[in-house]
Nanobody, 118 residues
Framework: QVHLVESGGGLVQPGGSLRLSCAAS????????MGWYRQAPGKGRELVAV???????NYADSVLGRFTISRDNSKDTVYLQMNSLKPEDAAVYYC????????????WGQGTQVTVSS
């Protein structure tokens, strides 16, 4: 029943920036953790960054120092600011939301394409 709406993907040159957003709706039970995963052609889906309601954050080593995740708990919205983008960052980026307390759920967005090319 929880629906995730993603936006912000697109085409950017190497060294450029993009800002992704994802809003959770359709439930009065807020997710504990929201984050971003990505999947490139021929690759598995990998964690990019995740943030909890309390502000605990984890980043993949490959994006540390370049990407910043943030969250607006009042809106159940998560953001991913991506700077200094590299061609290897190109992938479909998926938003994820999880709740550990009852009622438990895990929800994925449809994905948004990020292309990094000159």
């Amino acid at each position: 029943q929880v629906h995730l709406v993603e936006s912000g993907g697109g085409l950017v040159q190497p060294g450029g920036s993009l800002r992704l957003s994802c809003a959770a709706s359709g439930s009065i039970f807020s997710p504990n953790a929201m984050g971003w995963y990505r999947q490139a052609p021929g690759k598995g889906r990998e964690l990019v960054a995740v943030i909890t309601r309390g502000g605990n954050i984890n980043y993949a080593d490959s994006v540390l120092g370049r990407f910043t995740i943030s969250r607006d708990n009042s809106k159940d919205t998560v953001y991913l600011q991506m700077n200094s983008l590299k061609p290897e960052d190109a992938a479909v980026y998926y938003c994820n939301a999880e709740r550990q307390a009852l009622p438990k759920y895990t929800t994925w967005g449809q994905g948004t394409q990020v292309t990094v090319s000159s």
